[in-house]
């Protein structure tokens, strides 16, 4: 039994201190962790806010249409300048630091814009790049038919 206490005492006599540099690195791997969901989020949310104005852009553009008369039916036909100059118009309006990359109609009926823009991360991270590159692309169909 003396034996058994001895080997235990002498045992526990070499662990003291070592919960402290364990905590430490709990401690800065949590933060990491926090500091990367920060700028994920960040992340998901200018790409989202870049999905808004291309879809807003979208449909300016489709609301830029001429009104024709084919077979004396009223028919709404887009043209690529004027869905380029609606698309251009809200961009530049609301658009912040996001550009217009091109905008027009593939097909008369609908419009198509892209935009796009650069994230910053809001907090400095390890694994998390300086800079990303995002792009965005809506379409729209006019109303009319």
Do not use: N
């Amino acid at each position: 039994m003396r034996r058994l206490r001895a080997r235990l005492a002498a045992a526990s006599r070499g662990d003291e201190g070592s919960i402290l540099p364990l905590t430490f690195g709990y401690a800065a791997l949590c933060l990491v962790a926090v500091l990367v969901c920060v700028d994920a989020t960040s992340l998901y949310l200018a790409q989202k806010r870049l999905d808004a104005l291309a879809d807003a852009a979208a449909l300016a553009g489709a609301d830029g249409f001429a009104l024709t008369v084919v077979d004396g039916e009223p028919r709404a036909q887009l043209r690529e300048q004027d869905v380029r100059a609606q698309a251009e118009a809200l961009v530049v309006a609301v658009g912040g630091d996001a550009v217009l990359v091109s905008a027009g109609t593939p097909d008369g009926v609908s419009a198509r814009a892209t935009v796009a823009g650069t994230w910053h991360p809001p907090v400095f991270a390890p694994f998390v790049p300086a800079e990303v590159a995002l792009e965005s692309t809506a379409t729209s169909r006019t109303a009319l038919r």
